[in-house]
C-alpha cells in the first residue's frame, strides 16, 4: 500500500494521542529508539537495511539500538509516531504536515530519500488529453496525494477542483472500478498505474513527474529527540546512504538487494527496477543536500499547505495556512514563527556527504 491521508479520521485520532504520549518519544536522553516504516519503493530500503544487519552496524557505532517495525497500514504507523510511541516515521511531505505537525508534534525531515516522478499517475480512458478530463468523474483516494496531483495538473490547464466530480475510492479497488464501465478517469499510484495502462484505451494525461519534487517521501523524526540524541540521526543517515550505495549499484549486490525488496512489497525485480524508474532516488547525500536547500521545497511546501488549508486539514478554525510554521535550512519560515512544527534539515545528509559520519 502507498502512502495515503485519511485525514478527516486520522487527524482527530492523531490530535487526542499526541498529548497522551507525544513526550514518551521526546525531550530526553536515551540510548534506544524506534523507527515505523510501511510498504513503498522509496522505504523499502529500511526493511532489507535492517534485515542485513546495516542499521544495528550503525546504531551500535554510535552506542545506541535501533528497532526498525513494518507497518502494513501506513495511517496508523504516523499515529503511532504522532502519539509518541516512535521516534521516527516513513511519510511524505504532506502528511507530515497534515498529522503530526498539525497535531503539534514537533517534526524534522531528517532524510529526503526521494520524490515521485512519474510513480502517480491521472489516466483517462478513450481520451488522451488532459483537458478532456473536465466535467468527468474522477476516481481516486480522497485527501491524498492522489487528490493533491489532481489538484496541480488542473491548475496547469486553469480549472479547479470543482470543474470535476472526484469520487472516493479506496485503493484497493482502483483496479476492478477502472474495468466497470462508468468508471472513465482515475489517479493512482504504481504499481496501479501500470497495470491500469496495460488496459486498451488507457492513457497517462498527467504525472508526477510534471511536478517533479511536490511528492516528496521522507524519513521524519521527532525533533526534540534528535537534538536530544544527535546520534540517533547520525545513525539512521549513515545506514541510510550505506544501503543506497549497495542497493543502486549495477552489481550483483545491488540486484540481489532490490530483488529482496521486490519480494518484500510483492512483485520481482523487474517489477521493482520498474517502480525505481519512477522514482528520483537520491542516490548519494550531496544530491539530497542540494535538492532539500533548494528554493524549490519552499514554493512546494507553499503549494501543499494551501491544498491542505482549502480543505481544512490545518485544523479546527485554522484562520489561515500560516497556523503550522515550517522552517528550512537557510533558516526561512512559512507560517507561524512561534509555532514551527516540521523542519527541514540538511545537517545529517551533509555530514554523510562529507564522510563525517
Not at 535492517?50 to 517495525?69: C, H, M, N, T
Not at 524534522?108 to 516522478?117: E, H, K, Y
Not at 525488496?261 to 519512477?278: H, I, R, V
Request: charged fraction near 20%; aromatic fraction near 8%; charge should be negative.
Amino acid at each position: 500500500m502507498k502512502r495515503f491521508s485519511q485525514l478527516l479520521i486520522t487527524l482527530a485520532t492523531s490530535m487526542s494521542l499526541v498529548f497522551v504520549g507525544a513526550s514518551a518519544a521526546s525531550a530526553e536522553e536515551k540510548t534506544e529508539f524506534k523507527l515505523a516504516w510501511s510498504i513503498y519503493v522509496g522505504w523499502m530500503p529500511w526493511g532489507w537495511a535492517a534485515d542485513q544487519g546495516i542499521v544495528d552496524k550503525w546504531a551500535d557505532k554510535y552506542g545506541i539500538e535501533i528497532e526498525v517495525v513494518q507497518f502494513n497500514d501506513y495511517i496508523e504507523s504516523i499515529n503511532q509516531y504522532t502519539a509518541g510511541a516512535f521516534d521516527g516515521v516513513t511519510a511524505t511531505n504532506m502528511d507530515t504536515l497534515a498529522i503530526p505537525s498539525v497535531g503539534g508534534v514537533d517534526t524534522t525531515a531528517l532524510i529526503v530519500g526521494d520524490f515521485s516522478n512519474g510513480n502517480d499517475a491521472l489516466i483517462l480512458k478513450g481520451a488522451d488529453t488532459l483537458e478532456a478530463v473536465v466535467g468527468q468523474n474522477v476516481n481516486l483516494v480522497e485527501l491524498s496525494v492522489s487528490h493533491y496531483l489532481l489538484a496541480r495538473a488542473l491548475e496547469t490547464i486553469g480549472k479547479v477542483e470543482k470543474d470535476v466530480s472526484v469520487v472516493n475510492t479506496s485503493d484497493a479497488d482502483m483496479i476492478a472500478a477502472y474495468q466497470t464501465a462508468d468508471v472513465t478517469a482515475v489517479v493512482t499510484w504504481n504499481p496501479l498505474v501500470a497495470e491500469i495502462l496495460e488496459t486498451p484505451g488507457a492513457a497517462k494525461v498527467f504525472d508526477s513527474s510534471d511536478i517533479p519534487g511536490e511528492i516528496m517521501d521522507l524519513t521524519v523524526v521527532n525533533t526534540e529527540t534528535l537534538s536530544d540524541n544527535p546520534a540517533f540521526g547520525k545513525a539512521l543517515a549513515g545506514a541510510w546512504y550505506e544501503t543506497m550505495l549497495i542497493m543502486l549499484s549495477d552489481t550483483p549486490e545491488g540486484a540481489a538487494a532490490r530483488t529482496a525488496m521486490g519480494e518484500a512489497s510483492g512483485t520481482d525485480l523487474a517489477g521493482y527496477d520498474m517502480q525505481l524508474a519512477s522514482t528520483e532516488m537520491f542516490a548519494v547525500p550531496a544530491d539530497a543536500v542540494t535538492f532539500t536547500t533548494s528554493k524549490d521545497v519552499t514554493l512546494t511546501m507553499e503549494s501543499v499547505r494551501t491544498f491542505l488549508f482549502e480543505r481544512g486539514l490545518l485544523g479546527d478554525g485554522a484562520a489561515s495556512p500560516d497556523i503550522v510554521g515550517i522552517a528550512f535550512p537557510d533558516g526561512s519560515v512559512l507560517g507561524d514563527e512561534d509555532n514551527v512544527k516540521l523542519r527541514f534539515n540538511a545537517d545529517y545528509m551533509s555530514m554523510a556527504a562529507d564522510g563525517a559520519l
